[in-house]
């Protein structure tokens, strides 16, 4: 793991990370990635991958509408609105 | 006061010897005279508190019977709290007032309990000393110039402190058991799906649990009842009865069989640490239990496993955390791209960033197979493992952490050896089990924890041994040195 491959990673990601600090990041993940690629020596076929711990099935609601409209409460914490919506830079010019 | 137990204080605010506002009030001065010592709240909610605590009084005074009505108790601070700031230990979230409370914290004010404030806690909940938290270190009431473990650190040296008597706290791979270990108190996480996880900011959503820490298993049951329920807000929550969890706390013993696995007496394992847990056996087979050497064989793959699927959910999961909403937002953003990475960059900190990158990789085209569903796959060998060895016994035992507590950054810039101080208390959270610290000695003045793992939905059996243990020690009541 490069600085180059990390700065791909960090641009998936939408994170930020710094140039003098690009080379620790890229060691540290390296460092991880060599821990969980103790995985590989596993001898895992035919084992059926795991989610859930019970293994439950996902629960659905019923499509019913049960919460009130909470858009001025969940607005009045964000950083930037304007007539109930969220500003963003424009993105289309 | 503060040396009352919750079933102690419950007992005498239902006989008036003193009203939840004069409780309330008692710890809060305790903690505004100690927290800027320790650094174990990031909130203290006195004005509210004391609001709570005269409501509660009321309640009493009407005869409310819920054992919890006017007790003091402090919330983790990745519990959301309706008009109170919840910041998860980390700057993204320094500006967040939640407008609902968590399920478990809307539990807690349904029970009559009064919050004190919220507790320090690693950033997001990743690490395992505390000190990757925004609003800085915890210090251990134990040993000031070392780390109270992590993530709920902040809710184990309040307990341990006495600045609550009681405090929730969370669990994806040892969050609780490791920080009651290293502060010498009880703390409970339990089986996935048995605590709603609804306002509880999501770290990794397959093994992420609420629970509890308190002083004694028997506080701890009395936690775990007002905490626990079924809630159709979490689909991951499983709609099983809760048991009173106090009615089979003096249970005896007689015939219990216990599961030392060969793996968790290893390598690494700090000899007196092992000492202590073998000495504490010894206390549970003169109560009736057998012991029985077990092997959970896929042990050294736990951690690596957790790695793969903590940082992949994660990574999916702080890709909230975006600017817009809510949260830390960058100044001048030049356009949406600049926003979201600034946004973030800025936010988060460097262990948070590390395992975002980490969970991208492995969940990146091509990737995928080798990694995520490798380790999925290793997960349900895991599982496999605790199934089998519960065949042959009721409860599996060892210790909690290799090691008691550390001195700040000791493993600051090794991340792995961070990670390896949960090789004891991941493959529980892989498996979904319920899993214990209770305390049963000192190393070098620091505490040490004992671990018991059960099966899904069997915390009522570890709460038993665990109160039937504390019956006949008294390991449970040391405090730390200096702190009347």
């Known amino acids: ?93 | 006061m503060h040396k009352l137990s919750i079933a102690e204080l419950s007992r005498n605010l239902k006989n008036k010897v003193f009203s939840s506002v004069e409780a309330t009030r008692h710890f809060l001065e305790r903690s505004k005279k100690l927290n800027p010592e320790f650094n174990a709240y990031i909130t203290l909610t006195e004005e509210q508190a004391l609001a709570e605590a005269a409501e509660a009084d009321k309640r009493l005074a009407a005869g409310d019977d819920n054992v919890l009505c006017g007790v003091p108790i402090a919330h983790k601070d990745i519990f959301c709290t309706n008009g109170v700031r919840t910041s998860c230990g980390s700057r993204m979230l320094d500006n967040f007032i939640p407008p609902y409370d968590a399920t478990v914290v809307a539990n807690y004010r349904a029970a009559g309990a009064v919050m004190l404030g919220k507790t320090n806690m690693d950033e997001f909940a990743m690490g395992s000393s505390n000190e990757t938290s925004w609003y800085g270190k915890v210090r251990n009431p134990w040993a000031p110039n070392c780390v109270p473990g992590g993530s709920s650190g902040g809710s184990a040296a309040v307990v341990a402190a006495m600045m609550a008597p009681g405090a929730t706290a969370t669990d994806t791979g040892g969050s609780i058991r490791q920080p009651a270990a290293l502060c010498g108190i009880t703390g409970l996480k339990p089986t996935y799906g048995r605590v709603s996880r609804w306002g509880m900011i999501a770290f990794a959503s397959s093994l992420d649990q609420g629970g509890v820490m308190a002083r004694s298993a028997e506080d701890a049951a009395i936690l775990l009842n007002a905490m626990a329920s079924y809630d159709s807000k979490d689909s991951t929550c499983i709609n099983e009865p809760v048991p009173d969890y106090t009615a089979t706390l003096h249970n005896k013993l007689e015939g219990l069989r216990i599961g030392l696995p060969e793996e968790y007496f290893g390598e690494g394992l700090h000899p007196e640490i092992q000492a202590a847990v073998e000495d504490a056996i010894k206390i549970l087979e003169k109560r009736g239990a057998s012991i029985k050497k077990i092997s959970l064989p896929h042990s050294h793959l736990a951690v690596p496993a957790y790695y793969v699927i903590a940082p992949a959910e994660c990574s999916a999961n702080l890709s909230r955390f975006d600017g817009v909403r809510y949260g830390h937002r960058c100044e001048d953003p030049k356009d949406l791209m600049d926003l979201f990475k600034r946004s973030r960059g800025e936010g988060f900190g460097e262990e948070v960033k590390r395992r975002i990158l980490v969970g991208t990789y492995a969940l990146s085209a091509g990737y995928y197979d080798a990694y995520y569903r490798k380790a999925q796959q290793v997960r349900r060998l895991i599982k496999q493992d605790f199934d089998e060895a519960f065949n042959d016994v009721d409860v599996i035992l060892g210790p909690t952490a290799p090691t008691p507590a550390f001195e700040f950054g000791a493993k600051g810039n090794d991340p792995v050896a961070m990670y390896l101080e949960d090789i004891y208390t991941i493959a529980t959270n892989l498996a979904g089990l319920p899993g214990m610290s209770i305390p049963c000695g000192l190393v070098d003045n620091k505490p040490v924890g004992l671990q018991l793992i059960g099966q899904a939905w069997d915390e009522a059996r570890l709460l038993n041994v665990a109160n039937e243990f504390q019956h006949h020690s008294d390991f449970h009541t040391w405090t730390p040195g200096g702190l009347a």
């Open chain 1, 1 to 93: 793991m490069n600085p180059s491959d990390v700065e791909k990673l960090a641009h998936l990601a939408r994170l930020e990370i710094s140039d003098d600090t690009i080379a620790e990041v890229s060691k540290s993940v390296s460092e991880v990635i060599k821990l969980v690629d103790q995985l590989q020596a596993a001898s895992t076929e035919g084992v059926e991958p795991m989610a859930h711990p019970q293994d439950a099935l996902q629960i659905l609601r019923s499509d019913e509408v049960t919460e009130g409209n909470v858009r001025d409460a969940f607005q009045a914490i964000a950083p930037a609105t304007e007539d109930g919506l969220y500003l963003v830079p424009k993105v289309i010019d």
